[in-house]
């Protein structure tokens, strides 16, 4: 890395002191835009807040649509697919069910239009209360079926190949695990084309808690493969967010035959996608919003079977997500869009349902440290200068 000598960045630290930081001069530069053989990978990508709505943190979230659909077309032009109306897209945590659909009929229509793979979240929100982050209103699991039923619907109708997410409601009506085992059923069943089933664990989302019908991981590991062992031909691929790597290792050698495993383990993934002798993991994760174009680098690098030059593109990038995705993980969306905007991706750093206050100043310091050692900002003084000015406000000298 190349340092630019005259340039610098006071970067806040969390005892109210302040260090100088000299940004690199060159971004990480991709070498092609072939498509990606060896793995089929995907970004959860995050959604542009229209900044100039006049909204609060519990009004319906307001989204600048050209600046979100051109992030998607930016992932699609490094050959990554995109994984909409995901936990990334902040569902539930700022974008409603009426929000998310819309972004689903808009996002696949663009990518029908370019060419580009995408895959959207199905869940049960249209039955969350409407504070950002909250519970859900009593229910019932015919209500909850309903719901599922209803995005089920409205994914395929779209195109787009569905991803069926974890469900607060579900998990706060089930009683046993047969609650599970039935639903899921009945939703595979009806599902025209396989679908992603999607065990995101409670570091991500609290209300999650006991999904599956336990808080024994063992126990819930083995209901979720028996709803994919009764309906193996509807069922794509699974992406597991458990944050723990053995785990997923043992999961994905008990797949039946041509299921899936997609890692959205956000400390893990180089071991994860590189994969062992007996097998490896396929992707679809958030950090990947960030790292789309090196992280596109480094597939074609694997996909040459170069498994260390692999390792070694996307090793360094840990660190990064490892504090992006820092408890309380389900703030990770706030470093997303910050990095996001330096990187020119949006003119502004505001996100719907103000969530751009969930991490500290210190925070989103050392992610833009960690993100431009990696050369991931396309003109450093741009990401400098934007970096500097959000500091300014909060009183650190420029």
């Keep these: ?52 709505a006049d909204t609060s943190p519990d009004s319906p979230a307001a989204v600048d649509w050209d600046a979100t659909l051109a992030f998607r077309r930016h992932l699609w032009s490094h050959g990554l697919g995109v994984a909409e109306a995901m936990d990334t897209a902040q569902r539930g945590m700022g974008l409603d069910w009426a ?33 950002a982050g909250a519970g859900t209103a009593p229910a019932g699991l015919a209500a909850v079926r309903a719901a599922y039923e209803e995005q089920l619907a409205l994914v395929e109708g779209a195109g787009a190949q569905a991803v069926l997410m974890a469900s607060r409601a579900l998990a706060a009506e089930a009683r046993t695990p047969d ?6 059923a009945h939703l595979l069943r009806q599902a025209s084309e396989p679908v992603v089933l999607h065990w995101l664990g409670p570091m991500f989302d609290p209300a999650l808690e006991g999904y599956w019908g336990s808080s024994d991981l063992d126990a819930a590991t083995a209901v979720f493969l028996e709803v994919i062992a009764a309906h193996p031909d509807k069922v794509d691929g699974v992406k597991i967010s458990l944050l723990d790597a053995e785990r997923e290792v043992d ?51 694997l996909d040459t079977g170069d498994a ?67 050369g991931l900002f396309p003109d450093p003084e741009l990401a400098a200068d934007r970096a500097a000015s959000l500091f300014a406000v909060y009183g650190v000298a420029r």
């Design 1 to 52: 890395m190349t340092a630019a000598p005259g340039l610098a960045v006071r970067l806040p630290n969390a005892d109210g002191s302040t260090r100088a930081y000299h940004p690199r001069t060159e971004p990480f530069a991709a070498t092609a835009s072939t498509p990606l053989a060896s793995r089929t990978v995907f970004a959860a990508a995050h959604v542009v807040a229209d900044p100039y």
């Design 99 to 131: 929000g998310a659909a819309e972004l689903i009929r808009r996002s696949a229509a663009e990518a029908k239009a370019v060419g580009g793979r995408i895959a959207c979240g199905v869940g049960t929100d249209q039955l969350t209360a409407p504070a």
């Design 179 to 184: 609650d599970y085992l039935e639903l899921y």
């Design 251 to 301: 999961l994905r050698r008990r797949l039946p035959e041509g299921v899936r495993c997609y890692t959205g383990d956000d400390f893990h993934y180089p071991e994860l996608i590189a994969g062992d002798g007996q097998g490896f993991s396929h992707a679809l994760l958030g950090v990947f919003d960030p790292l789309g174009p090196l992280a596109a680098e480094a597939v074609r690098v």
């Design 308 to 374: 260390a030059g692999f390792r070694a593109l996307l090793d360094p990038t840990v660190a990064l997500s490892r504090h992006l995705f820092e408890a309380p993980t389900r703030f990770y969306k706030t470093g997303v869009v910050f990095l996001a905007w330096l990187a020119g991706h949006q003119d502004h750093f505001a996100m719907v349902g103000g969530l751009q206050s969930a991490r500290s100043l210190p925070h989103l310091a050392r992610a833009y440290e960690l993100a431009d050692g990696l």
